[in-house]
């Protein structure tokens, strides 16, 4: 596609509440990265993935938090057993790799947990 | 792990004004330094960056400097318009880090007509 999309695009979970948040990047972007940014501050690294791997994951604030790229191209950011500190927006951005440091981030999804 | 400090926090300038954003970091390994412009609700979007082997680029009204010896850049933007309005990000992050972003806390830039 011609951008990096993200869906939902706002998401209401009750505390407890599972949820699963999707990143389509863009075609044949090697590099996918998640992002957490609450409310004034800036993003936050959660994880980054090259291809299908799971390069770096040192981000993801608790075990509750998990990312898949099963294919090298969708991915997904699961949050379990939702908390109100979880409310944010959470990003998501593809490059090309291999030295094209340019990133093209998402519209993000805002995720209100009540 | 790295650390990015953005100051000021907010600034207000008069429409046509030159404006400065600064930030410090604290890896000297850090050498890819980009720069996000973020409208309220909506995603950031790169303005510029720059690399560890350049002092300084610039793209019509917008320039970046980097001091590696000290650790800072610095985002001028010049003849301020009132749609350069929104919050800046200035970024640090490692080539082997997958060049995985280290953002500041960001800058509200007001520019009044």
């Known amino acids: 596609g011609a951008g990096v999309s993200q869906s939902p695009r706002y998401k209401v979970a009750k505390r407890g509440q599972d949820v699963a948040l999707r990143c389509d990047p863009i075609?044949?972007?090697?590099?996918l990265f998640w992002y957490q940014q609450a409310l004034g501050q800036g993003p936050e690294f959660l994880t980054y993935?090259?291809?299908?791997?799971?390069?770096?994951k040192s981000g993801l604030p608790s075990d509750r938090f998990f990312a898949e790229r099963p294919e090298g191209s969708v991915s997904t950011l699961k949050i379990q057993r939702t908390q109100q500190e979880d409310s944010a927006v959470y990003l998501c951005?593809?490059?090309?790799?291999?030295?094209?440091?340019?990133?093209?981030f998402g519209s993000g999804t805002r995720l209100t947990v009540v | 792990g790295e650390n990015v400090e953005q100051h000021p926090s907010t600034l207000s300038v008069q429409e046509g004004d030159s404006a400065v954003i600064k930030c410090t970091y604290s890896?000297?390994?850090?050498?890819?330094f980009p720069w996000y412009k973020q409208e309220l609700g909506k995603r950031p979007q790169l303005i510029i960056d720059?690399?560890?082997?350049?002092g300084e680029k610039k793209d019509q009204r917008i320039a970046v400097t980097l001091n590696k010896t000290a650790k800072h850049f610095s985002l001028h933007i010049t003849e301020t318009q009132p749609e350069d309005s929104a919050v800046y990000f200035c970024?640090?992050?490692?080539?082997?880090?997958?060049?995985?972003?280290?953002f500041g806390k960001g800058t509200s830039l007001l520019v009044t007509p």
């Open positions: 951005a593809s490059s090309a790799g291999q030295g094209d440091y340019g990133y093209t």
């Open positions: 075609s044949g972007h090697v590099s």
């Open positions: 993935f090259q291809n299908e791997a799971q390069l770096d």
């Open positions: 890896d000297s390994a850090s050498n890819y």
């Open positions: 720059i690399r560890s082997n350049v």
């Open positions: 970024a640090a992050s490692i080539e082997n880090s997958g060049y995985a972003l280290n």
